[in-house]
């Protein structure tokens, strides 16, 4: 069984947003394209979003004076605007909602719980007899790279869609980190 993980779309990654990264909005749109013409060939499509706590660092995560390596702007505060999903993300295909990074400094979807259930997203895919990943989304060094070795870690098999992903700093290596521990990148 094969699921669709689509991490951290949301308005403060994209442009215009507290911590924009270049071609969000643009990998947003091609998503959307990209459930339009295949959503039916996942057996689960699932979504992760950043959902900080507004009155802390969430655990030295963010700052006023940010690196942007690992300290970053405030951004993902839960409840916000910033927090929701990209207006141009077709959020009707979405079946699983994952938030992470409540007080603290979370990069990887592992990390996080189903907003419905309070389940982890490793348990929600074991539950749905999920095995194959196709991992897309923002930002390609951060929280997609993550997210995709901790699902190797965690013996699934990995996809990440290079088209479908954008990075914060270009050139930094991270898809072919995902390739040297066995994922796959299309
Ligand atoms: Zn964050």
Redesign the pocket.
Same mark, same amino acid.
């Given at each position: 069984m094969k699921a669709l993980i689509i991490v951290e779309e949301q308005v403060d990654f994209c442009e215009g947003g507290s911590?924009a990264v270049n071609g969000g909005v643009e990998v947003v749109k091609k998503t959307t394209e990209f459930l339009t013409e295949n959503a039916g060939n996942y057996d689960l499509i699932l979504a992760t979003r *950043?959902w900080?706590e507004p009155d802390n660092s969430?655990g030295g995560?963010?700052s006023d004076s940010p690196d942007y390596v690992d300290t970053?702007p405030t951004?993902?505060v839960q409840g916000t605007p910033g927090a929701e999903y990209h207006p141009n993300l077709d959020t009707g295909f979405i079946q699983v909602h994952i938030i992470k990074?409540m007080g603290r400094? *979370?990069?990887s979807g592992f990390q996080g719980v189903d907003l419905e259930s309070g389940k982890s997203l490793d348990d929600i895919l074991k539950v749905n007899g999920i095995s194959q990943l196709d991992i897309i989304g923002i930002a390609e060094d951060h929280c997609v790279r993550a997210t995709a070795i901790d699902g190797l870690d965690l013996g699934y098999k990995v996809r990440v869609f290079k088209d479908l992903t954008t990075p914060v700093t270009p050139g930094t290596g991270a898809l072919e980190e995902v390739a040297s521990k066995g994922g796959l990148i299309i």
């Amino acid at each position: 069984m094969k699921a669709l993980i689509i991490v951290e779309e949301q308005v403060d990654f994209c442009e215009g947003g507290s911590l924009a990264v270049n071609g969000g909005v643009e990998v947003v749109k091609k998503t959307t394209e990209f459930l339009t013409e295949n959503a039916g060939n996942y057996d689960l499509i699932l979504a992760t979003r *950043d959902w900080h706590e507004p009155d802390n660092s969430n655990g030295g995560h963010i700052s006023d004076s940010p690196d942007y390596v690992d300290t970053w702007p405030t951004h993902c505060v839960q409840g916000t605007p910033g927090a929701e999903y990209h207006p141009n993300l077709d959020t009707g295909f979405i079946q699983v909602h994952i938030i992470k990074g409540m007080g603290r400094s *979370d990069y990887s979807g592992f990390q996080g719980v189903d907003l419905e259930s309070g389940k982890s997203l490793d348990d929600i895919l074991k539950v749905n007899g999920i095995s194959q990943l196709d991992i897309i989304g923002i930002a390609e060094d951060h929280c997609v790279r993550a997210t995709a070795i901790d699902g190797l870690d965690l013996g699934y098999k990995v996809r990440v869609f290079k088209d479908l992903t954008t990075p914060v700093t270009p050139g930094t290596g991270a898809l072919e980190e995902v390739a040297s521990k066995g994922g796959l990148i299309i």
